[in-house]
């Protein structure tokens, strides 16, 4: 093949979230021309999509933001430890005013089809609109967990009310004040969401199928000290993102085992750390919690019984108990009042996997086996198809027309997360068996990689970067033997996203690289540095 004409972009990006602001920065220094395209009317990923009450991100401020500009970390100015969403969005359009980014962003354009053109080298882009672009490197930066799930529940569309899944809450708002509020799901986005709702509605009903460990959040305000202390060590606090197994900027424990340690000094130091809050008393405490089954086990029933600290009635904390599967197997989410929400007299729980499973949607409300519901709102939040969603959503085809949805059909197959054997230029940020971790983090080294990869083509001479099948094959080996090797492989007591398990049309697979973050950061390192031995690179003219 030849080429023929020249792309009318040299990148076309899916995803106007962290990824694709990063992804411009990064474009632009290496001279390329990009367009970014995101179905919302605004930017922002995530945090435009996700306006439900209480929304707001588990990871403390000063980490979970870009860092490609030392002005820019410097200037923005973060109000609280774990801003919301409105503060989130606020931060990236200060990103992409500062910058000048707009002019390279299409919103209120989806795209429903990303075609490799084999005679030709690049990709055809489509939108719904029916417009065409093409371009010679297609990326997608739609993020992990961007496409809802929406459970196959008898008379769906029936309800007469407003009903609808929590990552597609009303732009212009909703008024839940007086109303009778029923949530289908009981994970990280329903314990953000259950205590900001239940202090007006009327009453709120919250259909739980698996109760979560979940850990303090503790909150607190953006002091000018802190602040000052932040900014002035923000090359020390990147480096620690950097070289942390989960891309946060913490401290490690450096070998302290529950195992090596006196029981009572092992509760000593698991005291110290609860009230301090955030994802700390994980990584914070002890090396062995996340492998050793019996450290595990004993921090577990730490944060059970810490739970039922807080929950008044014994029937409903028997409830909220986490059980048959191991701490941190499914990802726990942070506590802002959501135990104290079901104290009050107008919230209810409902145990839908043994006591009451749901029949169906009603025209007024939810019946379950026991009991008939009524509400005035209904909402699905019910978590997403993690990693892949995005991506099989819409028609992408590599070689021979494959489509990659079908190409995924039992195996989520990638290399290191961001190659896919017989998708020739095509890139994704934090795709299949990446690492789960601080998305920030893992986002910018996945663009860094990228663009070192792009550079390579364009300072060389090569049209097509092809990824090798053998080194896909490879990195799909080593995810699977490093899960193996941790407390997510407990076959069917971990029913978690993370492993696709939340979709009952596809079986769980290894969606997520457990060999640590930084670890995976190492890899891309030493595969830049080795000039990409995982794809071949070819001329075509």
């Known amino acids: 093949m030849a080429l023929q004409q020249q792309p009318d972009f040299d990148v076309i990006a899916i995803g106007a979230g962290f990824a694709g602001l990063a992804l411009i920065h990064h474009i632009r220094e290496a001279g390329l021309s990009v367009r970014v395209f995101d179905k919302a009317t605004d930017i922002g990923g995530t945090w435009t999509w996700n306006r439900y009450p209480g929304a707001a991100s588990d990871s403390e401020c000063y980490y979970y933001c870009l860092t490609f500009s030392k002005e820019l970390l410097q200037e923005w100015q973060w109000s609280v430890?774990?801003?919301?969403?409105?503060?989130?969005?606020?931060?990236?359009?200060?990103?992409?005013?500062?910058?000048?980014?707009?002019?390279?962003?299409?919103?209120?354009?989806?795209?429903?089809?990303?075609?490799?053109?084999?005679?030709?080298?690049?990709?055809?882009?489509?939108?719904?609109?029916?417009?065409?672009y093409t371009c010679k490197y297609f990326i997608s930066a739609m993020g992990m967990i961007s496409e809802p799930v929406v459970p196959s529940i008898k008379g769906i569309d029936s309800f007469k009310g407003p009903c609808f899944h929590s990552s597609r809450w009303p732009e212009e708002g909703l008024d839940y004040a007086g109303k009778r509020v029923g949530i289908i799901g009981a994970g990280a986005t329903t314990v953000q969401m259950l205590p900001v709702t239940a202090e007006t509605a009327e009453s709120v009903t919250v259909f739980q199928r698996t109760a979560n460990f979940i850990m303090p959040a503790v909150q607190k305000t953006m002091t000018p000290e802190w602040e000052k202390e932040i900014k002035e060590n923000y090359n020390e606090i990147i480096a620690k993102c950097r070289n942390h197994v989960f891309g946060m900027a913490f401290d490690s424990p450096v070998g302290r085992t529950i195992e090596d340690t006196p029981p009572e000094e092992v509760q000593k130091i698991l005291e110290e750390h609860w009230p301090r809050g955030s994802f700390r008393f994980v990584f914070e405490t002890f090396d062995?919690?996340?492998?050793?089954?019996e450290s595990n086990r004993i921090a577990g029933e730490f944060v059970i019984n810490k739970m039922k600290e807080k929950v008044n009635d014994p029937e409903i904390a028997e409830m909220l108990t986490p059980k048959g599967y191991p701490f941190f197997a499914k990802r726990p989410p942070l506590d802002h009042g959501y135990y104290e929400a079901y104290n009050r007299d107008n919230v209810k729980l409902v145990d839908i996997a043994e006591r009451e499973p749901l029949v169906e949607i009603t025209e007024t409300g939810i019946r379950t086996t026991e009991n008939d519901y009524e509400f005035d709102i209904i909402v699905f939040a019910t978590g997403f198809q993690a990693y892949t969603g995005a991506q099989e959503h819409l028609a992408i085809r590599g070689r021979n027309g494959l489509l990659l949805r079908d190409k995924w059909e039992d195996v989520s197959s990638s290399i290191m997360g961001v190659f896919v054997a017989d998708f020739p230029n095509m890139f994704m940020?934090?795709?299949?068996?990446?690492?789960?971790?601080?998305?920030?983090?893992?986002?910018?080294?996945?663009v860094i990689y990228i663009l070192d990869c792009i550079k390579k083509m364009e300072g060389e001479g090569?049209?097509?970067c092809v990824p090798k099948q053998d080194a896909e094959d490879e990195w799909v080996a080593h995810t699977a033997e490093i899960h193996a090797q941790t407390l997510m492989a407990q076959g069917d007591k971990v029913h978690s996203w993370m492993m696709g398990a939340n979709l009952k049309n596809r079986k769980p697979r290894?969606?997520?690289?457990?060999?640590g973050a930084n670890v995976y950061y190492d890899k891309m390192r030493d595969s830049a540095a080795a000039g990409f031995p995982e794809v071949e690179f070819a001329r075509t003219a």
């Open 81 to 132: 430890r774990y801003p919301g969403w409105e503060e989130n969005l606020r931060y990236m359009h200060f990103v992409a005013d500062k910058c000048d980014m707009w002019r390279d962003i299409q919103l209120n354009t989806e795209i429903v089809s990303a075609d490799y053109q084999e005679d030709t080298g690049h990709w055809l882009i489509k939108t719904a609109q029916g417009d065409a």
């Open 429 to 446: 940020i934090t795709g299949p068996q990446a690492p789960f971790a601080n998305l920030p983090t893992s986002i910018e080294q996945n």
């Open 462 to 464: 090569f049209d097509v």
């Open 288 to 293: 062995d919690l996340l492998t050793n089954p």
């Open 510 to 515: 290894v969606l997520i690289y457990f060999g």
